[in-house]
Every structure is written in structure tokens, then in C-alpha cells.
């Protein structure tokens, strides 16, 4: 398989998008490192579905919002495997830890938004490079249209982590553009089997109906093994010279104008 004896850690690849990750990446032949917070049940599942693929893994814990834990799962994840080739950075901490209004939203919230997105990235990748050779693969898991917009005003604590991230991405990939190794950010639009299913059904269908109707012009949400396969394809070789982008994963969605209503747009 393309990607043979690679190793990868996912964070978040218990569930939702890292899943998909995880599992598009173990198709490939690559060895996967399931992180997962506190849900270690569905990260065994994860675990059990690579493992039909083929490929094998670990499963690791750690609180990304905090920096110790981050270089302690490093730690053991150099015991597991000694090596690294593929680092994904996708967790996010569950919305009523940081979803609130910008004139309500406290400064606890608005930390963990913050120290779970730039500067778990910044620790994770100080502590992902010494693992990795040269021609390695750095991926941060973002939502540009929360960075780039302002309407949906409870995402003001992570959409402005995600701004600072896709930062972090461009000034990193310069800092290791020497050794060959890429880093990119890539976009996902709404996903299905993501944290869209804990919202009210009500809000999932509102959200469902409005990109069927045309808001992505694929006529669908994405899936996590959407976004799964597009990271692989980031880790081939032939990818190599694509570095510091954001790279929107989302059917064409990013591509609509905001001020047309989509029935107008797409005939
Ligand atoms: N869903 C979408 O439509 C969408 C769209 C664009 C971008 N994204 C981005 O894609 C990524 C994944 O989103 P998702 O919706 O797939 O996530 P999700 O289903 O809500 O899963 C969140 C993951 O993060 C882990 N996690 C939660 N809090 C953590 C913490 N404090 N420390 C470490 N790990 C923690 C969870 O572990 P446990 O299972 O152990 O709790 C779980 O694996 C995020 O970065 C998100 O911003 C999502």
C-alpha cells in the first residue's frame, strides 16, 4: 500500500472527523496513534476498525489543552512506535467549553479555545519534529469560514483559535521547509458524524437542508472519510511541494457567494 510502515498520530481520532482520518490513513498501510480525551471506548472502536484494515495502532490519551500532557503523549507515543511520519492536529474541545457570545464569553472559555487550537499545535509540533524525518507530513485540522466570518457569534472563541492556527501553519511550514516536511491546514465543511450530531435535530436539519439545496454545490455534507482521503493524498510523495496552504475540503461550499441566495447561484 502506498503509505506502508508509516507511523501517524491523529489527535482526536476517537470519533468525528480524526476517526475518518485515522481510518482513511490505516486503508493506506500507515500505523496509526488514536488520541483520545475522555472517551476511551469509542477510541477502541476506532482502534478495532484500523485493525480490520489491515494496519495496527495504539491508542493514547491526553488533554491537549494542556501542554505537559501534550509532551507526555509524545513520550509514550516515541516508546509505542520511535518513529513518526504523519502528524495530524484535529481535536477540539466540546462546544460548552468555549461556545458563548464575544461580550459574554468568559476568559476561561476563550483560553481553552485558544489552548486547545494554536498552542496545542505550537507544543505538539516542538515536540513532533525530533520524531520525524525529513519529508514528514504536519496537517491542522481548521474551519477557515469561522476564522474568516463573524455571524455566528458564540464561535468567536474558536473561531478566532482557528485564525491564529492557520498563522501557526504558514510561519511553521517555513521553519521546516528545509528538511521537506509540509505543513497545511485543511478546511472541512459541515461534516456528518460529527459534533453536527449533538446538536438539537432541528438545527442538524436546518444545516442539512440548506447545503442539499445548494449551499454546497456537491449537494451533500461532507463525511469524515471526505476529509480522511484528502489528508492522505496530502501525505503522498507528489504532495511534497504544497506547504503553509489552507486547503478547503468541502465540496465547492467555500466557493458560494454569501449575499445570493443559493437558489440563484446554482440553476
Ligand atoms: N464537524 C464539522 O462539521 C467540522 C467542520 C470544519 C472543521 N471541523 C474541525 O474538525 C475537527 C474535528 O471535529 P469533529 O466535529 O469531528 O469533532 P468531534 O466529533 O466533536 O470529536 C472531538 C474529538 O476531540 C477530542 N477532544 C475533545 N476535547 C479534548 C481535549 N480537551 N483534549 C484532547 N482531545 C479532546 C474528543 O475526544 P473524546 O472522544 O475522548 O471526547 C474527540 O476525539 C475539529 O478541529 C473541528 O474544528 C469540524
Sequence with gaps: MALDGRHA?????????????????????????????????????????????GSDGVLIQADVTRPEQITEMFRKLKREFGTLDIFV??????APTFYAPPLDI????????????????LVAVWEALPLMSDGGRIFAITYAEGSRTGGLQPWVGMGSAKAALESLVRYIAVAVAKRGITVNAISP???????????????????????????????????????????????????????????????????????????????
Design 106 to 121: 468568559t476568559l476561561e472559555q476563550w483560553d481553552t479555545a485558544f489552548d486547545s487550537q494554536a498552542k496545542a499545535f
Design 89 to 94: 492536529s484535529n481535536a477540539r474541545p466540546e
Design 189 to 267: 465543511g459541515w461534516t456528518e458524524d460529527s459534533v453536527l450530531n449533538t446538536l438539537p435535530d432541528q438545527v442538524q436539519q436546518l444545516i442539512r437542508n440548506w447545503h442539499e439545496r445548494g449551499w454546497t454545490p456537491m449537494g451533500r455534507l461532507g463525511t469524515p472519510t471526505d476529509v480522511g482521503d484528502v489528508v492522505t493524498l496530502f501525505c503522498s510523495e507528489k504532495a511534497r511541494w504544497i506547504t503553509g496552504q489552507v486547503i478547503y475540503a468541502d465540496g465547492g461550499a467555500s466557493l458560494m457567494n454569501p449575499e445570493v441566495p443559493p437558489e440563484i447561484q446554482i440553476e
Design 9 to 53: 498520530l491523529v489527535t482526536g481520532s476517537s470519533r468525528g472527523i480524526g476517526r475518518g482520518i485515522a481510518l482513511a490513513l490505516a486503508e493506506s498501510g500507515v500505523k496509526v496513534a488514536i488520541h483520545y480525551f475522555q472517551n476511551e471506548a469509542a477510541a477502541k472502536e476506532t482502534l478495532a476498525q484500523v485493525r480490520k484494515r
